[in-house]
């Protein structure tokens, strides 16, 4: 009999004690994200007087973040999921001078007193400083229109790392795939009243040394390379004429597509292993294949006396490498044996991305005047910000 229990209790102590450390051990945290962002430098949108740069003004924006993860003897599996939706940035203002459309802008006869604005090189200025029909005439749009700048960005992280088991050691080594993308919008708009004067004497429509034409026409635009795509397809006609004046809005559009994929190396440590609270420092790094896209839409917009409505875009697709790494902290407080509060700040880098606020310096034309597009990457995204969540293992 006391030889049978004996056998019954060595068989339960082995089961207990002996196959604990094969047993495996699972996590889920889910973490609530707040990031600011900071982009380096854009590009210029207008210059002169009212200069507008096209850089975003990104604040902090809130976003999720989920690992599951499992630890058995010496290895870790983690799989990670963050999404941040929606960073917005909006600006706008009134243009105190006036906005010249062509290669017009430094002329003291039709820009006598103060110092014009001028939009950066694209179909319109192609048009208005080129065109056959328009190179004895200074386009413009009168002083105090109105502008807008705003632009959106959503970014997505997902991840498979690999490594040693964080119970056995304070340290952790990892190694994993990464995807990243970035997907962004922006949108610039000027609304004014358009008009044309005579580069050579500022001669407007009913003086007798005004030249013909007193518009920006239909056939210029299309052999620039827009299109109509509605409306009654007139072109643009100036201030002062029998059918004037025409209300402009000039509207750019710029998307790009950011998908990166590659392999990353990551390490943490704990700096504070206990009962009461565990604080650990945790840092990745990786190099990824980077393919982008993007599209930029340019709109002519009329209204009042014309309803004509113009567009031109260009598309592009690039390949690259891009670059990657993260530094955070962490800390996890312990409410039960299963559940832990999280808290912590992360910084995330990445560089040679394709960010729409700089994709206007793409824009080329050649020799014989077609229009060419080369996505512009090589720009950096800088996120970080703290987290906050709850931990459950069993």
Same mark, same amino acid.
């Given at each position: 009999?006391?030889?049978?229990?004996?056998?019954?209790?060595?068989?339960?102590?082995?089961? +207990?004690?002996?196959?604990?450390?094969? %047993?495996? %051990?699972?996590?889920?945290?889910?973490?609530?994200?707040?990031?600011?962002?900071?982009?380096?430098?854009?590009? /210029?949108?207008?210059?002169?007087?009212?200069?507008?740069?096209?850089?975003?003004?990104?604040?902090?924006?809130?976003?999720?973040?989920?690992?599951?993860?499992?630890?058995?003897?010496?290895?870790?599996?983690?799989?990670?999921?963050?999404?941040?939706?929606?960073?917005?940035?909006?600006?706008?203002? /009134?243009?105190?001078?006036?906005?010249?459309?062509?290669?017009?802008?430094?002329?003291?006869?039709?820009?006598?007193?103060?110092?014009?604005?001028?939009?950066?090189?694209?179909?319109?200025?192609?048009?208005?400083?080129? =065109?056959?029909?328009?190179?004895?005439?200074?386009?413009?749009?009168?002083?105090?229109?109105?502008?807008?700048?705003?632009?959106?960005?959503?970014?997505?992280?997902?991840?498979?790392?690999?490594?040693?088991?964080?119970?056995?050691?304070?340290?952790?080594?990892?190694?994993?795939?990464?995807?990243?993308?970035?997907?962004?919008?922006?949108?610039?708009?000027? /609304?004014?009243?358009?008009?044309?004067?005579?580069?050579?004497?500022?001669?407007?429509?009913?003086?007798?040394?005004?030249?013909?034409?007193?518009?920006?026409?239909?056939?210029?635009?299309?052999?620039?390379?827009?299109?109509?795509?509605?409306?009654?397809?007139?072109?643009?006609?100036?201030?002062?004429?029998?059918?004037?004046?025409? %209300?402009?809005?000039?509207?750019?559009?710029? =998307?790009?597509?950011?998908?990166?994929?590659?392999?990353?190396?990551?390490?943490?440590?704990?700096?504070?292993?206990?009962?009461?609270?565990?604080?650990?420092?945790?840092?990745?790094?990786?190099?990824?294949?980077?393919?982008?896209?993007?599209?930029?839409?340019?709109?002519?917009?009329?209204?009042?006396?014309?309803?004509?409505?113009?567009?031109?875009?260009?598309?592009?697709?690039?390949?690259?490498?891009?670059?990657?790494? =993260?530094?955070?902290?962490?800390?996890?407080?312990? +409410?039960?044996?299963?559940?832990?509060?999280?808290?912590?700040?992360?910084?995330?880098? +990445?560089?040679?991305?394709?960010?729409?606020?700089?994709?206007?310096?793409?824009?080329?034309?050649?020799?014989?005047?077609?229009?060419?597009?080369?996505?512009?990457?090589?720009?950096?995204?800088?996120?970080?910000?703290?987290?906050?969540?709850?931990?459950?293992?069993?």
């Amino acid at each position: 009999m006391y030889r049978r229990v004996w056998h019954i209790a060595a068989l339960a102590i082995l089961a +207990v004690y002996g196959t604990t450390p094969a %047993q495996a %051990q699972f996590r889920f945290n889910v973490e609530a994200v707040f990031m600011d962002r900071n982009d380096g430098d854009g590009g /210029t949108l207008i210059e002169g007087q009212d200069s507008i740069s096209s850089t975003p003004a990104y604040d902090f924006q809130t976003g999720y973040r989920f690992t599951l993860g499992g630890s058995f003897q010496q290895f870790d599996v983690e799989v990670i999921g963050m999404q941040i939706d929606d960073w917005d940035s909006r600006s706008s203002g /009134t243009l105190v001078s006036e906005l010249v459309l062509d290669d017009t802008a430094d002329n003291p006869i039709v820009v006598p007193v103060i110092p014009a604005n001028q939009l950066g090189f694209n179909a319109l200025v192609k048009v208005a400083a080129n =065109s056959a029909d328009e190179t004895s005439e200074s386009e413009r749009l009168q002083s105090v229109g109105t502008w807008f700048v705003d632009g959106t960005s959503r970014f997505r992280d997902y991840q498979v790392n690999i490594g040693t088991n964080p119970k056995q050691y304070p340290w952790q080594l990892s190694v994993g795939y990464r995807q990243l993308r970035l997907d962004e919008t922006q949108g610039f708009g000027v /609304t004014g009243t358009f008009d044309a004067l005579d580069s050579d004497d500022a001669a407007v429509f009913g003086d007798l040394a005004n030249d013909a034409n007193d518009s920006l026409s239909h056939g210029a635009l299309i052999d620039a390379g827009f299109s109509l795509r509605q409306g009654a397809g007139d072109g643009y006609d100036a201030f002062d004429t029998d059918v004037g004046p025409d %209300q402009l809005q000039l509207y750019y559009a710029n =998307s790009t597509k950011n998908t990166l994929n590659g392999a990353q190396v990551s390490g943490s440590y704990s700096l504070h292993p206990g009962d009461m609270a565990d604080i650990s420092i945790f840092s990745r790094a990786g190099i990824y294949h980077n393919q982008m896209r993007a599209e930029l839409g340019e709109y002519l917009i009329g209204s009042g006396n014309d309803d004509s409505m113009y567009e031109a875009t260009i598309r592009g697709d690039k390949h690259g490498v891009a670059f990657s790494s =993260s530094l955070g902290l962490k800390l996890a407080i312990p +409410v039960t044996d299963y559940i832990s509060l999280t808290g912590g700040y992360e910084a995330i880098y +990445v560089a040679n991305l394709a960010l729409a606020s700089n994709q206007n310096d793409g824009i080329e034309y050649g020799p014989l005047g077609n229009r060419r597009y080369s996505v512009q990457n090589g720009d950096k995204l800088i996120m970080h910000g703290a987290t906050l969540g709850m931990l459950l293992t069993w």
